[in-house]
């Protein structure tokens, strides 16, 4: 069965400490790992698409990386506004459905 | 920019109630999607359409049932409202498979409570 897990479930940093989070999968011919923002109350914004391992790709202070069982989200001297929900997806065979993770809700303090 | 807008950003319905959430994407994308999401479950995803008129069962489609008459619009109904029903309602839409990007765009989501 398709499945995603995600750690850790909360996440305290202080401003400037970087960490990263972690999306551990189990899919049957991945078609696609994708990285969303959430904040409170609104809907998931999109970050990254991932499709092979050994790939990775940037925005801002946000880094994703790919291998074949787990992605990391990698956040990199994080600010306040850095503070939501991150939640990872999975798309496997030929399906038009993601497999969502429960996510990691990263609070950075100033 | 994508963008997906849904009908409301909050509603309250009593028990039994009939209960229309509307959902409208402007990128001409073929799929259109509608989840739910709850505290400790995720997105649990309720129905999708991959053309006008055409509609799949999700994991979870129990109680709910979908319209499809334009491209643009995804409609998700509540024929009987229940209080099992509260929860935060979130429409995507994406390009089918294989049209380049296929990642699903999400609208800013509708938290139903039902009374």
């Known amino acids: 069965e398709d499945q995603v897990t995600q750690s850790p479930e909360a996440l305290r940093l202080q401003e400037g400490e970087s960490s990263s989070l972690n999306c551990s999968y189990t899919?049957?011919?991945?078609?696609?790992l994708f990285w969303y923002r959430q904040d409170p109350g609104k809907g998931p914004e999109f970050l990254f698409t991932?499709?092979?391992a050994g790939e990775e790709k940037e925005k801002e202070r946000l880094k994703a990386t790919l291998t074949k069982k787990e992605s990391f989200l990698h956040i990199t001297a994080p600010k306040p506004e850095d503070s939501a929900t991150y939640l990872c997806?999975?798309?496997?065979?030929?399906?038009?459905?993601?497999?969502f993770g429960t996510g990691t809700l990263l609070a950075v303090q100033p | 920019d994508v963008k997906v807008t849904q009908s409301s950003r909050y509603l309250v319905k009593r028990t039994g109630e009939k209960v229309f959430l509307e959902c409208v994407q402007d990128?001409?994308?073929?799929?259109m999607f509608w989840y739910r999401q709850d505290p400790g479950l995720g997105l649990r995803l309720i129905y999708f359409?991959?053309?006008?008129?055409?509609?799949e069962k999700g994991d979870i489609p129990e109680g709910y049932s979908v319209s499809r008459e334009k491209k643009e619009r995804f409609s998700l109904i509540l024929e009987s409202a229940s209080t099992n029903q509260t929860s935060m309602y979130l429409c995507?839409?994406?390009?089918?498979?294989?049209?380049?990007?296929?990642?699903?765009?999400f609208g800013p989501g509708t938290r139903l409570t039902v009374l």
């Open positions: 995507a839409s994406s390009s089918r498979l294989g049209a380049g990007t296929d990642t699903q765009y």
């Open positions: 991932l499709y092979s």
């Open positions: 899919v049957s011919g991945l078609r696609g």
């Open positions: 990128m001409d994308h073929e799929n």
């Open positions: 359409s991959y053309d006008v008129k055409m509609k």
């Open positions: 997806a999975v798309r496997g065979g030929a399906t038009n459905k993601l497999i």
